[in-house]
């Protein structure tokens, strides 16, 4: 399916989603000066590579918020199950709401490319930001933190001059009826 990811300046679209936890979460439930959409998903192996850093990311900032969203096909991938995503976010320290975009809905209204891909919104809840959180897929070499870096402008009140890095990852597996 062909989406186009918003760009920079562009409001955040609302949504109303489940969340691992039991609790139904809204783009109202998030109130920090910065806020970080994540769409990822179980099964992917680059998603998995960001998991640590995404959890060291929530733990790190207290004026930001972290939301991942997982809006894989379960039935095609039943790894992106709502019941295994809440044994993922158990099992791996999840700190952060992790939520179940059923419908692909906020995929859509988001233009979610692939998982990982992050969109970085200020207080405004505009966009700042939308694309791959870092440079390395594993991890292991990172040079630019491009999340970290459009948060911390954000906090500074400055603007960001990087708006979009293509995210990298396995594509967002839509249902065939998408």
Not at 82 to 96: D, H, K, L, P, T
Not at 116 to 141: N, T
Request: with cysteine; proline share 6%.
């Amino acid at each position: 399916m062909d989406v186009t990811p918003l760009q920079t300046g562009e409001p955040a679209p609302d949504f109303e989603l489940p969340g691992v936890d039991g609790n139904d979460y809204t783009l109202d439930s998030f109130d920090a000066s910065a806020l970080v959409v994540v769409f990822t998903c179980n099964h992917c192996p680059v998603a998995k590579a960001y998991q640590d850093r995404l959890v060291a990311f929530a733990a790190d900032y207290d004026d930001a918020d972290l939301v991942a969203i997982n809006p894989n096909d379960a039935e095609e991938y039943p790894d992106d199950s709502f019941e295994n995503m809440v044994e993922r976010a158990e099992s791996e320290g999840f700190n952060f709401p992790y939520l179940r975009d059923e419908s692909q809905d906020v995929a859509r209204a988001y233009g979610a490319e692939c998982t990982p891909h992050a969109f970085v919104f200020d207080a405004d809840r505009e966009l700042v930001y939308q694309g791959a959180i870092d440079d390395d897929r594993e991890g292991e070499d990172v040079t630019e933190q491009y999340v970290r870096d459009a948060v911390d402008a954000v906090l500074a009140g400055e603007s960001f001059d990087t708006d979009t890095v293509s995210p990298m990852g396995c594509s967002v597996k839509w249902k065939a009826s998408a």
